[in-house]
């Protein structure tokens, strides 16, 4: 799919494409960029990158929009598929001398129509706090670089929190930090709290608080991205070594690993419901792992170079409910029965999908969608559906052109081990040979996957003990020996975090049994060592090609002339960016028609064909 024709079609720079719910198309006149337009010379400049907020406005055009390109920062009001965008009229613009934005994040909490809290991160080390409504720039952190010297690669507000974030470094490094206290004058001095392997976690010793509140050291190498889960418990992490490391943030514990291919991993997202993580990086692959059984289910092959950024489409994301039944009748009645696409709101999707973690045995049809961008200047979008997630259970029909299946699930919770006596896998050490994995007799069935042998091995995470470490802050790392560290992180996180919606836990965010005392002090003895990737080639931490399933890309289209920064999905649009600093809007189907009839008359289809 990655090649539609050949010479000169394959440079062309698409501006529609078409998928089974419709056709998106891109809306030049909605294109963000510097106010002059210039393409931007990208030579030397960190990526281009994108954060949205809604300021829930009164008028209803609530959306904001930051950017940065190059030394500049721009805050504007986003218009998105409603209007043409205006760039004589930045909100805020920033310049920067001696260092670069690198990434930012808005806290969602606290944002009104008269104040947003943004912070943003720098190629030096520095995160600055600013609020571009006011044009105020309230604090900056890492000031002298006594924290980190190395460039900012990822901040992101702690969810639920109105103070606290995380930021991660080019060295390797993650702070916690909180808006409300002072960086200090002097390096900080810090404690060990956690040790296990390949990461380490201090807490910053000091006769007052100050920032930062935790030091976390992962991995070899730059930490390049991470990613909070949707409930807000776990934290996954991607690093220049090639691994995925999933922790439990709040107990501070390592729930599982993950090696690429080869090279980085340059990016990571995780599924609307939390159960499962795609990765990409310099292996040119996407990679699909899930959080339960802590193994990776799939790898995606559609792009040409490095894979910059991983997102799943949460709008798209489709669980249907049905009965077990064995389909008779036409393609057409097939189609209409079993395809729901596109319906789907976020605020329904994470409600749908948890009902597979729900004692209801009632089967589902699941369609996750998700998309990835790259260096190769591609945009791929993927499906990842049942036959994929679940090739051990019986399907009652294969669609291969619509890659939606009925299959009867099996009761939430429960675990499907191939051999009860041998084939359970630790999640705290799922790299580790594990006797006993038995090999399928049959082929995985194929829907939007390419052939791949018969001998395909699984295993899964043994789940049966529900007491867990999913719960509060600090409930699983309050032992003797840490106690006064972890007491003060503690009470700091309950009092700046919101309370959660208990009534909407599932069972899912308790099953971390598995993780018990008796293993976090195994990993408190174990020391940082280096991974020998050659060592991890057809294990668990990193199946061979032909063991797991290849997925094919749904589409896979060249959309500009430099590489590829940003993949954003909004309920009637997608949003991408390159590095010359052209962040495009695409339209999802039916929707370009909301362009205002001025916008239309310049351009009757608001699109370039």
């Known amino acids: 799919m990655a090649a539609e024709g050949g010479g000169k079609e394959m440079n062309e720079i698409k501006t529609q494409f078409t998928t089974r719910e419709g056709v998106y198309k891109l809306l030049t006149h909605s294109e963000y960029s510097r106010p002059n337009r210039v393409p931007f010379n990208s030579q030397g400049s960190n990526p281009v990158k994108v954060s949205f907020v809604n300021v829930n406005d009164q008028s209803g055009n609530g959306d904001r929009i930051c950017f940065n390109v190059g030394r500049e920062l721009y805050f504007y009001i986003y218009k998105g598929v409603r209007k043409a965008a205006d760039l004589s009229k930045p909100i805020d613009k920033r310049i920067y001398k001696g260092t670069q934005p690198t990434c930012h994040d808005f806290n969602h909490l606290t944002a009104t129509a008269e104040s947003v809290s943004l912070l943003v991160g720098f190629s030096a080390g520095q995160v600055q706090l600013i609020d571009p409504i006011k044009k105020e720039t309230s604090k900056l952190f890492n000031e002298e670089r006594l924290i980190d010297k190395s460039r900012v690669t990822c901040v992101k507000w ?15 490094n993650m702070y916690l930090y909180n808006v409300e206290h002072t960086c200090g004058t002097t390096a900080p001095h810090y404690q060990l709290l956690k040790q296990g392997e390949n990461y380490s976690v201090h807490t910053c010793k000091s006769k007052s608080t100050r920032n930062p509140l935790l030091k976390w050291t992962v991995g070899e190498g730059a930490l390049n991205e991470f990613a909070f889960s949707p409930d807000g418990k776990f934290l996954a992490c991607v ?120 004692t209801d045995s009632r089967p589902v049809s699941v369609t996750y969608r998700f998309g990835s961008v790259g260096q190769d200047t591609q945009l791929c979008l993927w499906d990842l559906t049942e036959d994929i997630l679940f090739p051990h259970l019986p399907l009652s029909r294969t669609r291969t052109h619509t890659n939606v299946m009925n299959a009867t699930s099996p009761p939430a919770g429960a675990t499907i081990i191939t051999n009860a006596s041998s084939n359970t896998t630790n999640g705290n050490n799922s790299g580790a040979n594990t006797p006993g994995i038995n090999s399928l007799s049959t082929t995985l069935p194929r829907s939007n996957s390419l052939p791949h042998s018969a001998g395909t091995t699984t295993t899964t995470a043994n789940n049966t003990n529900k007491a867990g470490s999913g719960g509060g802050i600090g409930s699983g790392i309050m032992d003797s020996a840490i106690a006064t560290g972890v007491s003060k992180f503690a009470t700091l996180s309950l009092h700046d975090r919101k309370e959660r919606h208990h009534e909407k836990d599932h069972k899912r965010n308790h099953s971390m049994g598995h993780i018990s005392s008796k293993s976090s002090d195994k990993l408190n003895l174990l020391t940082k060592t280096k991974t ?34 940003v993949l954003i999905f909004l309920e009637d649009c997608l949003v991408t960016a390159c590095q010359e600093g052209f962040i495009c809007t695409w339209a999802r189907p039916g929707k370009v028609g909301l362009l205002s009839s001025q916008n239309q008359a310049s351009s009757p289809s608001g699109t370039v064909v």
Not at 158 to 172: D, K, M, N, Y
Not at 302 to 327: I, L, N, Q
Not at 338 to 356: C, V, Y
Request: aromatic residues 10%.
């Open 532 to 565: 020998d990737p050659a060592k991890t080639l057809g294990t668990l931490l990193c199946p061979r090609m032909e063991d797991v399933p290849l997925l094919e890309p749904l589409i896979c289209k060249k959309i500009a002339h430099e590489r590829l920064t």
């Open 239 to 358: 690093s220049q070594d090639g691994f995925l490391r999933v922790f439990n943030f709040d107990a501070v514990e390592l729930h599982g690993t993950m090696k690429s291919y080869f090279g980085g991993l340059l990016c990571v997202c995780w599924s609307p419901d939390g159960k499962y993580i795609v990765a990409g990086g310099e292996d040119d692959l996407v990679t699909v792992w899930s959080f339960l059984d802590c193994r990776v289910i799939a790898r995606g092959h559609g792009h040409k170079s490095w894979v910059s950024v991983v997102a799943f489409d949460h709008y798209t994301t489709s669980v249907e409910e049905s009965d077990p039944m064995e389909f008779s009748g036409s393609d057409e009645d097939f189609q209409d029965q079993m395809i729901h696409f596109g319906r789907d709101r976020a605020n329904s999707t994470q409600s749908r999908l948890s009902k597979r973690n729900s």
């Open 158 to 172: 702690v969810p639920g929190s109105e103070s606290l974030f995380l930021v991660s470094h080019a060295s390797g």
